[in-house]
């Protein structure tokens, strides 16, 4: 049997454009398969800019905690391809084994018959394959890209549909303003399906995501609105709804952000009809979910051991205009903690919005290391980001690598040993992840 890489491989062949947002595609395939999305557990469906991963991992945590069975289907991935699925299994799931995967993979292409289709089309059909063959109590499925006509969008009925926060990224595939690319997320929501719709950063993105829902006779859940709450109170997380309060610890997961996300997460399971779940459960997942390249120290590992004695060194994977403010802002709370000094190592890619992104650090770091993404061909070239770096009033240079920019700073002065944050592209991320030797696992 092929790999799966070698399966992969080739169907980049059908279908000359990496994104191409339509339906029929994999409905068809889907059809050709016997339709294994309607053999799925009770589906979750998660649509966002920012936290969508983060909120997952929540569910999934909490949910494991309570002896639970959770599917997961999330992307991208930051190393392996493996990582997007996820089979459930009580007591913890696993990355789908490697002869699972190639074996679903070659079932979709001799389905497939040749006919065009993206590779995110066939490799969701797969994991529906893969989902509908192995039982679990949900599946937590995360959107590629938008929601309305994403592949993952061929679910009749789910248990429950969220939105995450909405920012303005991949204007070219959603359109240009935050009402444009709501409309595009909130075409997950399904007539009589619970739709809860998490803290947004726009009103007017929570407008057109609660018109929406209305209009179609969902049943749209908000934070804030009397259907649930959410804060943090002497250093824990405080949920509540219209039947229960949670005096919860805080989040393993850093960020004041995880804040908001944590409490959709909980939000969701209970209008999914996990409300059962109980305290003990909730607050167990909270102390032991992982999301890699989010927001995350890297306190062991080859890369670890090559900063200045003292250093901390971070790690996330935000690249959009809105996840850079969220990641400053989480750099900012630590700064008031700890003042040391910033530094940021940066590599982005030639479609984001570096400017946006870059100017959230204005007054915050003390300088900016461009690096290029090594087999990226769309990564902006790294002198490009440094001399973006310096227009909006960055201090900033080059380094050929992140393991040269790290070695760089060991022969700096400074006052203090730095923080450093790694971050700008979730590419990025998986490299530094793979040099490091701290893959997801």
């Not at 240009?176 to 690319?181: G, I, K, Q, R, S």
């Not at 530094?343 to 030639?350: A, D, H, N």
């Amino acid at each position: 049997m092929d790999s799966s890489d070698a399966l992969m491989a080739r169907f980049l062949a059908l279908h000359p454009r990496t994104i191409d947002l339509s339906l029929g595609r994999i409905e068809r395939l889907l059809e050709r398969l016997g339709h294994p999305e309607r053999r799925l557990p009770p589906v979750i469906h998660v649509a966002g800019t920012n936290g969508k991963g983060s909120t997952i991992a929540f569910m999934r945590a909490i949910l494991e905690a309570g002896g639970l069975a959770a599917h997961v289907y999330t992307s991208p991935h930051l190393v392996r391809f493996h990582e997007r699925i996820r089979i459930g299994a009580v007591g913890g799931g696993q990355y789908v084994p490697e002869e699972q995967l190639a074996d679903a993979l070659a079932r979709c292409e001799a389905a497939n018959a040749g006919e065009p289709i993206t590779v995110f089309e066939i490799t969701t059909a797969a994991a529906f394959l893969l989902f509908s063959e192995s039982p679990a109590d949900v599946l937590l499925l995360e959107v590629g890209l938008g929601g309305r006509v994403d592949a993952t969008n061929v679910i009749d009925r789910v248990a429950c549909a969220v939105v995450t926060p909405i920012g303005r990224d991949h204007a070219e595939y959603l359109g240009d303003t935050v009402e444009a690319v709501a409309t595009e997320k909130a075409g997950i929501f399904k007539a009589g399906c619970p739709a809860v719709i998490a803290a947004q950063d726009y009103a007017e993105a929570d407008s057109v995501l609660c018109r929406i829902a209305d209009s179609i006779g969902a049943n749209p859940i908000r934070v804030g609105n009397q259907d649930f709450a959410v804060h943090a109170e002497r250093g824990r997380l405080v949920f509540q709804d219209e039947i229960d309060l949670f005096d919860l610890p805080r989040p393993r997961l850093n960020g004041r952000h995880q804040l908001t996300n944590a409490g959709t997460a909980i939000a969701a399971l209970r209008a999914a009809g996990f409300g059962d779940i109980g305290t003990a459960a909730i607050e167990a997942g909270l102390a032991s979910v992982d999301w890699p390249g989010r927001l995350q120290r890297l306190n062991r590992g080859r890369l670890s051991e090559l900063v200045p004695a003292g250093a901390e060194l971070w790690l996330d994977g935000g690249h959009n205009v809105d996840g850079g403010r969220i990641l400053a802002a989480a750099m900012a709370d630590l700064g008031e903690r700890s003042d040391v000094p910033l530094v940021l190592i940066v590599g982005l890619l030639g479609t984001k919005d570096a400017e946006g992104f870059l100017r959230n650090f204005v007054g915050l770091a003390r300088t900016l290391i461009a690096v290029p993404i090594a087999g990226q061909m769309a990564a902006r070239p790294a002198e490009e980001v440094a001399q973006i770096a310096l227009e909006v009033g960055l201090e900033a240079r080059v380094a050929s690598s992140v393991e040269a920019a790290l070695e760089g700073l060991c022969t700096a002065s400074f006052a203090q040993p730095p923080r450093i944050l790694i971050c700008g592209s979730l590419y990025l991320a998986g490299a530094v992840l793979t040099a490091n030797g701290t893959p997801p696992t």
